[in-house]
């Protein structure tokens, strides 16, 4: 009986990794240059985004469909009670003046009233303008001027000084609420008297093609732009991500489905997250923050099945279990069980795809070992019951990826951008290919131009710019968005990202070098925190390496060192540098040595938003960098 439901399971597996289906264009030289993926949910023809907590309140009203954490513990949110808190925030904007087709901005933190906001601004007809809760004033200012903003929801005091400072100087500054001051009390009682009927009215005019959100891009250089979205796009992103991966994540973990959710909602990623699962009624919790510390404690305490993050986020796991185990003399096992880990998870792999044997007994025996003493503890970091992650946002290094998998966690890689409404590729579900961002998306298409760059099409593309017709026919032709990243497909339709077009560096002896391969490898191998690698017109690549603080107070720690050491006595030390100079060889053995990084310099602090060398979305903005290290550069070239 064992054999026949093992037998059966097997089969359902096979059924579902079937669902995709792949068609492949090649050139004239036989190479892949497109690759389209059938959709598996048909695209939406009538209703909007903003009907589905209604939804689910009427066909599962019972149904636990968010967990809200409030006085240290996870309580339950039944979809009747979320479509009851939307129906009178909606009342109270309403009530306040908003008129259909207005728009809200939402300045605040990932949490459970962010939720309850959004869907409440689409049911009273609006639009969705999300803000960073780290913008400054002059951000601000200009997203609330461009997008014609009358109303603004705050998480803080300080999000509501910034909003007042920044428009102050606006004809009609726009009016505040503020979430810590019990904004949601004070709409819903704003909107007493409006009637239910009218919250329904407002919501069943809206359609696929109505504008949900106005989402500006964090931007590495210039203004930041925004991405008009409809609620077809957000459909189309969201019910075919749903039909690829729940079904399999059901049938694999046989778990009821839950994350923790806690990438900014005004990323497109974290807002299409939190779409998809209360469409497929996954529990959501919300964390504010994707600081390790803070997010660990609330990631034992949720035990989410699955997670959706950037390598940012893996790297520090990673990071911190060798910390930790250097901490108690035994750094020198966890080196070997990350090694062990690599070597296992490649070969596990290459069985699970029919490509090799698997591992021989010694590595079974080697990686039993060190699954007690090292993966289970990654395990437990994670809540315990997690088996499935998906990473975006920037290349998550190979090896790195092979370690989770030999700890019991696949990460499935994903590409996109907003104007992509998230993800435009992901790795389907039972056909990993660490080091590629995956397949199209069902019903998307990635096409490879000319010169390399990353085509998109599909109903996930968005159709404009906010008040920006030139910025918008620079990358739309014939529904076809031109990415500005750069790409490959392989033989099967796996897209790998190369580097970004406008990035790429030329040497003066004529390498074309891209350093995004650099410094995502970089990236991943501690003490770095952040880097910028450099070379443009110059005879050899270098790198510019900031040191993450985490990492410098272990370090110290190990040494004996006093922890207040001073961070210039830290980037001098030549031990440092040989630690560093670790991470950098590793980094190289990704490129030839044409493009290696022949020379780096510490430089003391970190690359942050505050000091404006990151976006929100935690990019580098390379030309500040560049810009504000112009004297350490010259010094790398002996200038």
Not at 111 to 125: M, N, Q, S
Not at 416 to 433: D, F, M, Q, S, Y
Not at 583 to 596: F, G, I, L, M, Q
């Amino acid at each position: 009986m064992g054999v026949r439901k093992d037998l059966q399971r097997a089969k359902r597996r096979t059924d579902l990794a079937a669902r995709t289906q792949v068609e492949l264009i090649r050139d004239e030289t036989g190479a892949v240059r497109e690759a389209r993926t059938a959709p598996l949910a048909p695209r939406v023809t009538t209703g909007s985004t903003a009907d589905l907590p209604f939804t689910n309140a009427a066909e599962d009203p019972d149904a636990v469909v968010l967990r809200r954490e409030r006085h240290g513990s996870w309580q339950p949110v039944t979809a009747a009670a979320f479509a009851a808190e939307v129906t009178a925030v909606a009342k109270g904007l309403i009530a306040a003046g908003l008129e259909p087709g207005g728009r809200v901005a939402l300045m605040s933190r990932t949490r459970y009233e962010w939720a309850v906001l959004d869907f409440a601004i689409w049911a009273a007809g609006g639009q969705t303008v999300p803000v960073y809760a780290t913008s400054s004033a002059d951000q601000v200012e200009w997203i609330v001027r461009d997008s014609g903003t009358r109303f603004v929801v705050t998480e803080t005091a300080e999000n509501t000084e910034t909003v007042t400072t920044g428009t102050a100087r606006h004809p009609e500054p726009p009016r505040i609420w503020q979430l810590d001051a019990d904004a949601v009390t004070e709409l819903t009682t704003l909107g007493r008297d409006i009637p239910d009927e009218e919250v329904t009215k407002r919501r069943t005019t809206l359609t696929p093609d109505t504008v949900a959100t106005v989402c500006y891009t964090s931007g590495t250089t210039g203004k930041p732009k925004g991405c008009v979205l409809t609620h077809a796009n957000l459909h189309a992103e969201a019910a075919n991500t749903v039909e690829l991966l729940h079904p399999l994540f059901k049938e694999v973990t046989r778990q009821t489905a839950s994350t923790l959710l806690f990438l900014p909602l005004a990323h497109i990623l974290g807002r299409t997250l939190q779409i998809a699962c209360l469409m497929a009624r996954i529990e959501i919790g919300h964390c504010p923050s994707i600081k390790p510390d803070e997010l660990r404690p609330a990631l034992k305490e949720f035990r989410p099945t699955f997670l959706v993050g950037v390598p940012y986020l893996f790297e520090k796991i990673h990071d911190t279990g060798r910390a930790t185990a250097e901490k108690i003399g035994r750094g020198a096992s966890f080196d070997r069980a990350d090694r062990i880990g690599v070597r296992f998870g490649e070969a596990y792999l290459n069985k699970f795809l029919g490509t090799g044997k698997g591992p021989g007994p010694a590595l079974y025996a080697a990686w039993a070992l060190y699954d007690l003493l090292v993966y289970r503890r990654v395990r437990k970091e994670l809540g315990g019951r997690m088996r499935y992650a998906i990473s975006g946002g920037s290349p998550l290094d190979r090896n790195l990826n092979l370690f989770f998998y030999a700890a019991g966690i696949i990460v499935y890689e994903g590409y996109g951008l907003t104007e992509t409404t998230a993800a435009a590729t992901i790795v389907p579900p039972l056909k990993p290919r660490p080091g590629t961002v995956g397949l199209p998306v069902p019903g998307t298409a990635v096409r490879i131009a000319d010169d390399g760059e990353v085509l998109i099409k599909g109903g996930i593309v968005f159709g404009a710019y906010w008040n920006n017709p030139a910025a918008t026919d620079a990358v739309l032709t014939e529904d076809w968005f031109a990415s500005g990243d750069l790409g490959a497909l392989d033989e099967d339709g796996y897209l790998t990202i190369t580097g970004r077009k406008k990035d790429i560096i030329v040497t003066s002896g004529g390498k074309n070098v891209s350093p995004a391969v650099l410094e995502d490898r970089l990236r991943s191998r501690p003490p770095v925190g952040q880097c910028v690698v450099v070379g443009d017109n110059r005879p050899f690549v270098a790198a510019l390496i900031t040191l993450d603080p985490d990492a410098v107070a272990h370090w110290l720690s190990v040494r004996r060192l006093p922890a207040d050491t001073p961070p210039s006595a830290v980037v001098r030390d030549p031990r440092m540098h040989a630690d560093v100079q670790r991470a950098v060889d590793y980094a190289n053995k990704a490129v030839s040595r044409a493009e290696s990084i022949r020379a780096f310099s510490l430089v003391e602090g970190e690359f942050s938003e505050d000091n404006g060398l990151l976006t929100p979305s935690l990019k580098v903005k390379r030309h500040a960098v560049t810009a504000a290290f112009a004297a350490e550069i010259e010094a790398l070239y002996g200038n």
